[in-house]
């Protein structure tokens, strides 16, 4: 936190004159926020920087609360956890941004809806899962689609899913944002970087083990397709 201060002083001054510390945020507040802070921003790179202020600016607001007595530990874990989610997300709308341009797909549709190409998204498992990210926390990830059958809608899943982990761990002048482990997944690190849900209940069903199944005791949708 000290750190984050150092970089950028005037962030002191947003603390104590704004009502920042006067309570904890809802995860639609993060979303609202986040999306306002990018949006003045076209370039991708410039957005992306964007994202890793506004993560150092919240990560200090919930930091602070903590250490003022101003938040149960319950809340800090769960604030974390809600400002992750937002950030996968928006990691998500830049890497599909991206994709769908080179692929000549509609960028602004997202990945909503039943379309081919946007049935992709992110469980989150471990302590993002169960809601109880800290501060220095890796983030375990589970990527799922549900591919509609169009040629290379395999292949775009898997390379929109690198590009978010690249996003989320690769430092920019801005620093990184996550740690990302992905070994949870079916198979661990021999596995798809992406698995479709009939092949993850087919793996579930015959090979997985109980240490698998209970892991996603925890599991919680995070980002990306929520249909899917």
Do not use: C
Not at 8 to 20: Q, S
Not at 80 to 108: H, K, N, Q, Y
Request: proline letters at 5%; hydrophobic letters at 45%.
């Amino acid at each position: 936190l000290s750190d984050i201060l150092a970089r950028n002083p005037g962030y002191l001054a947003w603390l104590v004159e704004e009502p920042a510390l006067s309570s904890g945020k809802a995860p639609s507040e993060y979303r609202a926020e986040l999306d306002a802070h990018a949006a003045v921003f076209h370039d991708a790179r410039r957005r992306l920087n964007a994202v890793k202020r506004y993560h150092r600016r919240e990560t200090l607001r919930i930091g602070a609360r903590d250490l003022l007595g101003l938040a149960a530990v319950e809340e800090v874990t769960s604030e974390l956890s809600f400002l992750a989610d937002v950030v996968i997300e928006a990691a998500i709308d830049l890497a599909f941004a991206e994709l769908a341009s080179r692929e000549g797909l509609a960028p602004d549709e997202g990945l909503d809806g039943e379309a081919p190409f946007r049935r992709f998204a992110v469980i989150s498992l471990g302590k993002l899962g169960g809601t109880e990210l800290n501060y220095s926390s890796d983030v375990d990830l589970l990527f799922v689609s549900d591919p509609a059958g169009e040629p290379g809608e395999t292949e775009f899943y898997a390379t929109l899913a690198r590009r978010v982990v690249d996003l989320l761990s690769q430092p920019t002048d801005e620093g990184a944002l996550y740690r990302v482990d992905l070994r949870l997944r079916p198979d661990g690190e021999s596995g798809p970087l992406v698995v479709s849900l009939d092949e993850h209940l087919a793996y579930l069903m015959r090979r997985a083990r109980p240490w698998e199944r209970q892991a996603l005791i925890k599991a919680r949708y995070s980002a990306g397709n929520a249909a899917v």
